[in-house]
């Protein structure tokens, strides 16, 4: 898993949290521009503290099963299959 790898999942993680956090906070009624606010305060740090703690988890071997999301996981998933 390359420099590459962690990018785009930093930055997929960064548009998604801002999604989801931005959409929670209109949905409580809250002005637009106060949910767009607390979706760039809160999705940079959600994305920084899921991707180091995947970083970290990775490093020592350990994958996610629910997501396969790591080249090690979808290779082994494709080898089940044959």
């Known amino acids: 898993m390359g420099y590459t790898f962690w990018v785009k999942r930093f930055i997929t993680i960064l548009i998604g949290a801002?999604?989801?956090?931005?959409?929670?906070?209109?949905?409580?009624?809250?002005?637009?521009?106060?949910?767009?606010?607390?979706?760039?305060?809160w999705a940079p740090i959600t994305s920084i503290i899921f991707t180091v703690s995947r970083f970290y988890q990775a490093r020592r071997g350990q994958h996610c099963a629910l997501c396969k999301d790591t080249p090690e996981m979808q290779d082994t998933d494709s080898d089940k299959s044959l």
């Open 18 to 41: 801002f999604i989801a956090i931005s959409g929670a906070q209109y949905l409580k009624n809250n002005d637009l521009s106060y949910a767009l606010f607390q979706g760039a305060i």
